[in-house]
Nanobody
């Protein structure tokens, strides 16, 4: 069983900061990349930031320079430091593990996993 557990969301004023965390638990062999996506009401889910196992990162244009993604491979955990938050950053943020491999006891299974989502609300 694999679970992605997110934490750190909440309500913050515009200009403030939050740090989101996501830990993947289970008998994990490897994770190709981890990332954060978000979905605002009435909008499609979009990529916020992504980091590979080697440390390569990419960001949405709307958050570049304000958000920083990092990863602790030993803890299978990804972080998102969100600074200078704006009301338009309000959304449910989802953690993603891309090509996560586990040993089932008989074979290696590789698939993508998602967290349950965590609310981030930025007030004016």
């Amino acid at each position: 069983q694999v679970q992605l557990v997110e934490s750190g969301g909440g309500l913050v004023q515009a200009g403030g900061s939050l740090r989101l965390s996501c830990e993947a638990s289970g008998t994990i062999l490897s994770i190709n990349a981890m990332g954060w996506y978000r979905q605002a009401p009435g909008k499609q889910r979009e990529l916020v930031a992504r980091i590979t196992s080697g440390g390569s990162t990419n960001y949405a244009d709307s958050v570049r320079g304000r958000f920083t993604i990092s990863r602790d491979n030993g803890k299978n955990t990804v972080y998102l430091q969100a600074n200078s938050l704006k009301p338009e950053d309000t959304a449910v943020y989802y953690c993603n593990a891309d090509r996560l491999s586990i040993y089932t006891g008989t074979y290696v299974r590789t698939k993508d996993y998602w967290g349950q989502g965590i609310q981030v609300t930025v007030s004016t």
